[in-house]
């Protein structure tokens, strides 16, 4: 009986199929279970290096890993007292239990808001998509802007995250190149050259992962025009926004757009110093209606797939953003920016190498001078044997698309941090040669 007081009876009827009539082919006569295209279209750079590279540390030193972009690993970076009591509370006041809306809770939606709101770029709760992660932000997206066979452009050096779930999609990446020798600035020339009619979105990572480096106002007006001339949407990867040394100045992109549609990702994990709380959002900042209707609503029926980050963080979030103090941030900012110096002041000396100063982040890109390595073909070589030798592991660069150059994470403790630099200094002492010009010049 159901709750209108109606009967239903159900009814059991046998059918007979004579096997005769069945369709050649309509059964299978064994078993066939191949993995999904896409799942054979997903493929993670960083893994797909590291897991082919010959890693066996020297047994007579203590393995120093420089790879890993988690700043809670070696326990020198908690997060503040207030993050945590955060965090507690939720957990005690036995509200966020249960399932929260795909999106988010309202009241968490609008703390994201509230905390990032401007008069440039105002921000409401129905703006805040929040996500398992500024991955899965990402992810949300690039799904949402894409269809397979368009096409996206991403950053060379950039996360791989971007190319890897684009590839699976069925979605073309285009790297546009970065400048070293312009600070990691945008060849805006190069970006323009790549764009076509079935381009769907720029991405701009900024700060940068792998590079640690901070665009300037300027520069992001001018990747703003170059968007605005070719009415191309931003995805802007803002999860290391505001970790910038002191002297320097992040400003998000959105503030700064007068037409360009922007989908600003972000998270807890870094500046919080929390990545696997897993909680991350999107912020749609589109003042002259160019997503319309439809990027909002494609963005909710997406979030549906899997229901939203973690509620007990989400009953949180408005107490992290709002109470966790300034010292907080200062004190990590400090921190990575004497690591960086230090990283950047002994490798600067060593002969072979060429550090790029970070201005923010977590990371320092040095720069190989392969020529005078001959010993090694390329630098996933160079970093290996740098493992086998000093244990020392420092990622290579062609995880990111630009061989020659390997990435160091500066969030591992300053002893650590000099040691390594040290053993590195060894290993480029050991292993460079001058090329033939440089010694007969020498011999003069």
């Given at each position: 009986?159901?709750?209108?007081?109606?009967?239903?009876?159900?009814?059991?009827?046998?059918?007979?199929?004579?096997?005769?009539?069945?369709?050649?082919?309509?059964?299978?006569?064994?078993w066939?279970?191949?993995?999904?295209?896409?799942?054979?279209?997903?493929?993670?750079?960083?893994?797909?290096?590291?897991?082919?590279?010959?890693?066996?540390?020297?047994?007579?030193?203590?393995?120093?890993?420089?790879?890993?972009?988690?700043?809670?690993?070696?326990?020198?970076?908690p997060?503040?007292?207030?993050?945590?009591?955060?965090?507690?509370?939720?957990?005690?006041?036995?509200?966020?239990?249960?399932?929260?809306?795909?999106?988010g809770?309202q009241?968490?939606?609008?703390?994201?808001?509230?905390?990032?709101?401007?008069?440039?770029?105002?921000?409401?709760?129905?703006d805040?998509?929040?996500?398992?992660?500024?991955?899965?932000?990402?992810?949300?997206?690039?799904?949402?802007?894409?269809?397979?066979?368009?096409?996206?452009?991403?950053?060379?050096?950039?996360?791989?995250?971007y190319?890897?779930?684009?590839?699976s999609?069925?979605?073309?990446?285009?790297?546009?190149?970065?400048?070293?020798?312009?600070?990691?600035?945008?060849?805006?020339?190069?970006?323009e050259?790549?764009?076509?009619n079935?381009?769907?979105?720029?991405?701009?990572?900024?700060?940068?992962?792998?590079?640690?480096?901070?665009?300037?106002?300027?520069?992001?007006?001018?990747?703003?025009?170059?968007?605005?001339?070719?009415?191309?949407?931003?995805?802007?990867?803002?999860?290391?926004?505001?970790?910038?040394?002191?002297?320097?100045?992040?400003?998000?992109?959105?503030?700064?757009?007068?037409?360009v549609?922007?989908?600003?990702?972000?998270g807890?994990?870094?500046?919080w110093?929390?990545?696997?709380?897993?909680?991350?959002?999107?912020?749609?900042?589109d003042?002259?209606?160019?997503?319309?209707?439809?990027?909002?609503?494609?963005?909710?029926?997406?979030?549906?797939?899997?229901?939203?980050?973690?509620?007990?963080?989400?009953?949180?979030?408005?107490s992290?953003?709002?109470?966790?103090?300034?010292?907080?941030?200062?004190?990590?900012?400090?921190f990575?920016?004497?690591?960086?110096?230090?990283?950047?002041?002994?490798?600067?000396?060593?002969?072979?190498?060429?550090?790029?100063?970070?201005s923010?982040?977590?990371?320092?890109?040095?720069?190989?001078?392969?020529?005078?390595?001959?010993?090694?073909?390329?630098?996933?070589?160079f970093?290996?044997?740098?493992?086998t030798e000093q244990?020392?592991?420092?990622?290579?660069?062609?995880?990111?698309?630009?061989?020659?150059?390997?990435?160091?994470v500066?969030?591992?403790?300053?002893?650590?941090?000099?040691?390594?630099c040290?053993?590195?200094?060894?290993?480029?002492?050991?292993?460079?040669?001058?090329?033939s010009?440089?010694?007969?010049?020498?011999?003069q």
């Amino acid at each position: 009986m159901n709750g209108n007081g109606v009967h239903h009876v159900s009814v059991r009827t046998h059918v007979s199929v004579n096997p005769a009539k069945l369709k050649a082919g309509s059964h299978r006569q064994r078993w066939n279970v191949r993995p999904s295209e896409m799942s054979k279209k997903t493929l993670n750079p960083i893994r797909a290096i590291v897991d082919g590279m010959k890693l066996t540390p020297n047994p007579e030193k203590p393995m120093i890993a420089l790879s890993i972009g988690d700043p809670t690993v070696f326990g020198n970076l908690p997060t503040d007292d207030a993050v945590l009591n955060a965090m507690k509370d939720a957990i005690d006041s036995h509200k966020y239990n249960g399932y929260a809306p795909s999106v988010g809770y309202q009241k968490s939606r609008e703390a994201v808001a509230n905390f990032y709101s401007c008069p440039e770029a105002p921000l409401e709760g129905k703006d805040v998509i929040l996500a398992s992660g500024c991955s899965q932000a990402i992810e949300l997206a690039i799904s949402v802007l894409c269809n397979p066979g368009d096409n996206i452009l991403v950053p060379r050096p950039g996360f791989s995250l971007y190319k890897t779930l684009a590839v699976s999609m069925g979605i073309q990446v285009k790297h546009y190149n970065l400048l070293p020798e312009k600070s990691w600035e945008i060849d805006l020339q190069h970006l323009e050259s790549l764009i076509d009619n079935k381009t769907a979105c720029l991405i701009v990572n900024n700060p940068s992962n792998p590079c640690g480096s901070v665009f300037t106002k300027e520069h992001q007006q001018k990747i703003i025009s170059v968007a605005s001339r070719n009415c191309i949407p931003i995805l802007a990867d803002e999860i290391y926004g505001d970790m910038v040394f002191p002297g320097c100045d992040f400003r998000a992109l959105a503030p700064l757009s007068s037409d360009v549609p922007i989908l600003s990702c972000g998270g807890l994990a870094k500046r919080w110093l929390v990545p696997g709380w897993r909680m991350g959002w999107i912020l749609i900042h589109d003042r002259n209606n160019i997503f319309g209707s439809g990027i909002r609503e494609g963005l909710v029926k997406l979030s549906q797939r899997i229901l939203g980050p973690c509620t007990v963080v989400q009953g949180a979030l408005e107490s992290i953003l709002n109470e966790t103090p300034p010292e907080f941030y200062q004190s990590t900012i400090s921190f990575l920016k004497s690591n960086s110096e230090i990283c950047f002041s002994e490798l600067s000396t060593v002969s072979g190498l060429n550090p790029v100063m970070p201005s923010g982040a977590m990371y320092i890109m040095v720069g190989i001078e392969m020529e005078h390595f001959p010993e090694f073909q390329n630098d996933v070589e160079f970093t290996e044997r740098l493992v086998t030798e000093q244990s020392v592991f420092c990622l290579p660069a062609t995880a990111f698309e630009y061989p020659n150059y390997f990435r160091i994470v500066v969030t591992v403790p300053e002893e650590m941090m000099i040691e390594a630099c040290i053993r590195i200094r060894e290993f480029c002492a050991r292993h460079y040669r001058p090329r033939s010009q440089d010694s007969h010049e020498l011999d003069q």
